[in-house]
């Protein structure tokens, strides 16, 4: 859509037309090319490689496009403070990953940016996958590939172990990478610019809360804890449950399934006492922690919808953990000869333990003997 | 001219902690453009690297951004499919770690060496 330059649109943020059809593009692949310009910079090089200097410059660009988005943004659709600081902080220790020469920091700069990672999950309120990323991500795989780092060293001597191995100092094609990627990330950043601009909002908090009518314990629990003024039969004003003594939630067909009655788009829950009298609750008297978690939601969502995904999941972890097995497995060649003496030395073992009477992990056979 | 989309505000949870109070706003955007500046330090990492862990490191980073990428979407949508799929990429993450620790460990244990070009033999 193109809007007449100033005054003809609404006004209200007269330098857009600008913005929409010049400044950003340009601002977009300046950006692009000083982060390509930063991150080659640090990657490593055989004699200098200044990640101070690169990561300012691919700062500077960050901070760019930042700039961009936000005037196309508009003053009213900023993302709050934190967002900065955590992509910032990301984004940053991302670049690290890449450039910095021992393996064993770059896992470490991995796992600052899992946290930034999860901070930024965080602001968009998905608080389940936030713990989930720092305990399976943080803690167990980086944990897995920090063993593999210090497994992996190669070099038969300390002084060996300290000095950079020549393919950690010396990045491949670092030219050409960094060209291939910010092309793609041009692509993309101006693709998201233009593209997508057609989509909406498509669904509201009323909607997210649908799966409240298949948790009927919760719901009759919050109902029953919260109270509610209204006058009884004699006009005296008392304070009451929402949930009155005798009553229980009704139920209602959905798409031929039976659920039970909180009918969230109509804002409507049915109750039925004892007698098999219904009554309604308007959506003003539902209590205020009558909502869908965030863990609830991922779970109900995950069971209901994606139950299949669960049982594929378990088989790839599955396969995955024999394959590990098989892999790294170690193969013990011996011929007959050392198998007998293998024998020989648990069985002396054996009998040496029984001789000094010990107890405990010495009087296992073999335990020490075979290394 | 609201070119970016708004995200409905929410005062619940930790947005509130956080500082953003009830007011706070986030744009799709801005989240789409750090998973895409994430997915690409990821890429130009496993192309440029030569060390096999790092560039695993390196998918592990990719898989990061689209982590994020699906929690942003999960999020404008206002639905939970999203959050869901990160469960199945911390999954595939696993899995892939597994899997690819067990190849370097063996890689290693034939030619003591983690760089990725002493295997240059077997381009076939």
Redesign the interface.
């Given at each position: 859509m193109v809007r007449p330059f100033p005054g003809g649109g609404r006004g209200d943020w007269p330098e857009a037309w600008l913005v929409e059809h010049f400044v950003s593009p340009i601002i977009l692949y300046i950006a692009c090319g000083l982060g390509a310009l930063g991150v080659l910079t640090a990657l490593p090089k055989p004699k200098f490689s200044p990640f101070v200097i690169g990561a300012i410059i691919g700062g500077a660009a960050f901070g760019l496009l930042m700039v961009a988005l936000g005037l196309k943004a508009g003053k009213d659709n900023l993302p709050n403070f934190h967002f900065y600081i955590f992509s910032a902080l990301a984004l940053g220790s991302a670049l690290r990953v890449i450039t910095h020469p021992r393996p064993i920091y770059s896992a470490l700069y991995f796992i600052l940016t899992i946290l930034a990672s999860a901070g930024l999950y965080l602001i968009l309120s998905a608080e389940f996958m936030t713990f989930a990323l720092v305990i399976v991500y943080a803690g167990a795989i980086l944990i897995t590939y920090l063993f593999v780092i210090m497994l992996a060293t190669e070099g038969p001597s300390e002084a060996a172990v300290e000095q950079l191995t020549e393919f950690d100092r010396q990045a491949r094609e670092p030219v050409m990478a960094t060209f291939a990627g910010f092309l793609l990330l041009a692509g993309l950043t101006s693709i998201l610019m233009t593209g997508t601009r057609s989509l909406t909002v498509n669904a509201s908090e009323v909607a997210n809360g649908r799966e409240l009518s298949v948790m009927g314990a919760k719901v009759e629990r919050i109902l029953r804890e919260a109270r509610v003024e209204r006058s009884d039969s004699s006009g005296v004003i008392i304070k009451d449950t929402v949930l009155r003594d005798g009553e229980s939630l009704a139920k209602m067909t959905v798409n031929g399934e039976e659920r039970w009655a909180v009918d969230v788009d109509k804002g409507v829950i049915t109750v039925v006492n004892a007698a098999g009298t219904k009554r309604e609750i308007p959506r003003d008297q539902w209590p205020a922690d009558l909502k869908l978690s965030n863990t609830e939601g991922v779970g109900m969502t995950l069971i209901e919808k994606h139950p299949l995904s669960i049982e594929i999941a378990g088989v790839i972890l599955l396969m995955a953990m024999l394959g590990a097995v098989v892999l790294a497995r170690k193969k013990v060649e011996m011929d007959e000869r050392a198998k007998l003496d293998a024998a020989a030395r648990e069985h002396s073992l054996e009998r040496a333990g029984d001789m000094l009477g010990l107890q405990g992990p010495f009087a296992q056979p073999g335990v020490g003997g075979d290394r | 001219?609201?070119?970016?989309?708004?995200?409905?505000t929410?005062a619940?949870?930790?947005?509130g902690a956080?500082?953003?109070g009830a007011m706070?706003?986030?744009?799709?955007?801005?989240?789409?453009?750090?998973a895409?500046?994430?997915f690409?330090?990821?890429?130009?990492?496993f192309?440029?690297?030569?060390?096999l862990?790092?560039m695993?490191?390196?998918t592990?980073?990719m898989f990061?951004a689209a982590?994020?990428a699906l929690?942003?979407f999960?999020?404008?949508?206002?639905?939970?499919?999203g959050?869901?799929f990160?469960?199945?990429v911390?999954?595939?993450?696993?899995?892939?770690?597994?899997?690819a620790?067990?190849?370097?460990?063996?890689l290693?244990?034939r030619k003591?060496?983690?760089?990725?070009?002493a295997w240059t033999e077997m381009k076939g």
């Open positions: - | 001219v609201n070119t970016l989309m708004n995200f409905s929410l619940q949870g930790p947005m956080l500082g953003g706070s706003t986030i744009t799709l955007y801005h989240y789409l453009v750090v895409c500046i994430m690409v330090i990821g890429l130009i990492g192309l440029t690297r030569r060390n862990i790092i695993f490191l390196c592990e980073l990061q982590g994020i929690i942003a999960s999020r404008f949508h206002m639905n939970h499919h959050e869901t990160v469960i199945f911390l999954t595939v993450a696993a899995a892939e770690a597994a899997l620790l067990a190849l370097v460990v063996l290693f244990r003591e060496t983690l760089d990725a070009s």
